[in-house]
């Protein structure tokens, strides 16, 4: 056997191990400040160490093999069935088990290790009630949120602040003739004259409340709350997205573009649906499927349907209109095909914006007092407005079809 000093070699595991749990709380602390650059920090010291206590653990492993039934022998009573309850309560057992708290000892750490076997016969590793979810393998609390896109469409819209619950606004009717030539000394005709509308919008509430535990919110070093906050901000983007997609889907679709003819529908809908104003603004919004087949097409030429918006930098265009898709979960295809809007949505929606998204926490009212709980609440309050019925065609691509070379 080698020269090597175990019981150095141990104490060296352990303080490796110390250092390594003070970089998991370092590591946590950044987490919780959106400190990036701290976080990767901490973890690169926490691999580091990770490194560390595996080459010395290895020669440990290499050169005690701990006896499983001699270990067994010190356990308090010494029989190999020693009833858990008194293997748990012993005087070894306590100090032991705090022993690998402090030092972050985990289960796979403890199998390996002579000085924590008495854990791994206390200790169940499958079973939570056993006390597995004590020492556990991984101390990762922090939550990962998963990926999914949450394009705001109000960037697409007219959004107006108001001031109180109801109003009006007026809308002309542009004038469809001009004046009337005249003869000299002739009457002046009075057989025009200007016409207005009136939409009336009223402010609607959106609201929830989500209860949390006071025990939670003290225990948890995951930033519960200020996920909460993103997590409604994501909900309150989605409340606007579903009212526009509303009244964007109740105008009824001008046409079905067939396989190789999307670019001539398209073309068509701008130069000629669409009045000439409204086209100079517009702007298109499609879903997944859409989007992959316009990003296939190309004209008889070879070039692609699509290109690289260069005025603003990213994404692409067509005729120099901007396409904005969204997921097929939000924007859904049906049995006649994949939607596809183009016009000046600006003109065409209006959201009466009373009050954006207001979140407010409470421990004392509401039910928070006799549940011991903290109450988070979001309102927001907006109508969704349809103004001008013209300003937006909406198209189908037909459903199963690839895009082709297209006019």
């Known amino acids: 056997m080698p020269n090597l000093n175990i019981d150095t070699l141990k104490r060296q595991i352990l303080d490796l191990k110390v250092d390594r749990a003070k970089q998991w709380t370092a590591a946590l602390e950044a987490h919780e400040a959106n400190n990036k650059s701290a976080y990767d920090a901490a973890m690169a010291k926490v691999d ?47 100090r032991t088990f705090c022993d690998a708290i402090r030092n972050g000892i985990t289960r796979r750490d403890a199998r390996r290790s002579a000085d924590y076997h008495i854990l791994t016969d206390a200790l169940t590793e499958g079973t939570d009630t056993d006390g597995g979810f004590l020492v556990p393998v991984d101390l990762q609390t922090r939550i990962n949120e998963l990926r999914r896109q949450f394009v705001s469409l109000r960037n697409l819209i007219t959004v107006e602040p108001v001031t109180t619950l109801t109003g009006f606004r007026i ?13 000299e000394m002739g009457d002046i005709p009075q057989d025009d004259q200007p016409a207005f509308s009136r939409y009336d919008f009223k402010v609607e509430d959106y609201g929830l409340i989500v209860p949390i535990s006071n025990d939670l919110l003290r225990d948890n070093d995951a930033g519960l709350l200020q996920y909460l906050a993103r997590w409604l901000t994501k909900k309150w983007v989605l409340t606007e997205n579903l009212a526009i997609l509303e009244i964007l889907a109740a105008i009824e679709s001008s046409t079905t573009l067939e396989a190789g003819q999307e670019i001539v529908g398209l073309k068509k809908a701008l130069n000629v649906t669409l009045d000439p104003d409204i086209a100079l603004r517009a702007r298109i919004l499609t879903n ?12 008889n030429q070879g070039r692609p349907m699509m290109q690289p918006d260069i005025t603003a930098g990213t994404g692409y265009q067509f005729k120099g209109k ?25 003109d065409a929606i209006t959201m009466f914006d009373r009050q954006v998204m207001e979140v407010a926490t409470t421990n004392i009212g509401g039910k928070a007092w006799s549940t011991n709980s903290t109450e988070a609440r979001a309102i927001m309050r907006m109508q969704m407005k349809q103004v001008d019925k013209e300003a937006v065609v909406a198209m189908k691509l037909a459903a199963g079809k690839s895009g082709g070379i297209g006019g």
Do not use: W
């Open 48 to 94: 580091e160490l990770d490194a560390s206590i595996a080459e010395k653990q290895a020669l440990v492993d290499k050169y005690v093999t701990p006896d499983p039934d001699s270990v067994r022998g010190n356990i308090p009573g010494g029989e190999h069935n020693t009833n858990l309850e008194e293997l748990r309560s012993s005087r070894e057992y306590a």
């Open 288 to 299: 997944q499927t859409s989007y992959n087949v316009m990003d296939n097409i190309e004209d």
């Open 171 to 183: 809308l002309d009717t542009a004038p469809t003739k001009g004046f009337t030539k005249l003869s």
């Open 322 to 346: 901007p396409i904005t898709y969204i997921s097929n979960a939000l924007l859904k295809d049906d049995e006649t095909g994949s939607p596809l809007y183009a016009g000046s949505f600006a």
